[in-house]
């Protein structure tokens, strides 16, 4: 792998992570779009651990609370709403690390095709914009603080972390955008678009985490390799491109909505299928 390659996979991991466009998806087409051999799991491994580290870095007020509210005694109901959302967030990973942990080789072998990512672009893209044209908010997920803020989605509640997180599962097949199916069965649940980016992102990080340290075991055991300036960099942009991405898209949702992203993305899927 050459570092201009490392550059663009890791700006594509950035970018279409955290946007609800599918990396996976992305991934799949950039090797295929300038006729390079697919990456090793290797370098995925730390594409994800890069973005990984880009979420925290952004949600760390998020992160930080939940952590101190699991650590120390609750003390107050601030502490156990962290708490609670901490749990939620835990119990909505499950779904997909057991689906992941049964079924992932299958898909990504039998699935990891660009006419199937097209078709997931086409489908999912479709049903995000139809989700978000007929969104209806609950009044108890947009509660603001005194500075005006939106609070970190503490007012999910359960059946709606469960829900989102048996949506993410869907994700294993390629181009359905883990964050793209989280978002929308989110704005379907009653969230506003920006609890629910908010709560798909929370929920990413033990996600991402899970299948980046996963595909980081086959470096480990010495079964891939590769040279070490291009994982660099490639980190160092994914890192980069994604703070950045979650940072714009949290912005983006505060005057604007998923129709225009959900547009593009069913756009992309046709443009594939009429040129395969």
Not at 219 to 240: D, H, N, Q
């Amino acid at each position: 792998m050459t570092v201009t390659q490392a550059v663009i996979l890791g700006l594509v991991q950035g970018i279409t992570e955290f946007l609800p466009i599918s990396s996976s998806g992305f991934l799949i087409l950039t090797p295929e779009l300038f006729g390079w051999e697919v990456q090793s799991l290797a370098f995925d491994a730390f594409l994800h651990i890069a973005t990984l580290l880009a979420i925290v870095a952004v949600l760390w007020v998020e992160v930080k609370s939940m952590a101190m509210a699991l650590l120390v005694p609750a003390k107050d109901e601030s502490s156990l709403a962290w708490r609670r959302l901490a749990m939620w967030i835990v119990l909505a990973t499950v779904p997909v690390l057991v689906v992941g942990f049964l079924f992932q080789e299958v898909f990504q072998i039998e699935f990891r095709s660009v006419e199937i990512v097209a078709w997931s672009f086409v489908v999912w893209g479709s049903v995000l914009y139809i989700v978000d044209r007929r969104v209806k908010v609950d009044p108890s997920t947009t509660q603001l603080s005194r500075s005006g803020q939106l609070r970190a989605p503490t007012h999910v509640g359960l059946k709606r972390a469960l829900f989102i997180g048996f949506a993410q599962a869907i994700a294993i097949i390629p181009g359905t955008s883990r964050s793209g199916i989280t978002m929308t069965a989110g704005l379907a649940s009653g969230l506003s678009r920006e609890t629910a980016a908010r709560f798909s992102f929370l929920l990413s990080i033990p996600t991402i985490a899970a299948a980046g340290f996963l595909k980081l075991g086959s470096v480990a055991r010495g079964e891939e390799t590769i040279a070490l300036l291009p994982l660099v960099v490639g980190f160092l942009v994914a890192t980069v491109s994604a703070f950045l991405t979650v940072r714009f898209l949290l912005k983006f949702l505060q005057r604007y909505t998923f129709s225009e992203i959900a547009v593009f993305r069913v756009l992309v899927g046709i443009a594939i299928l009429l040129l395969l």
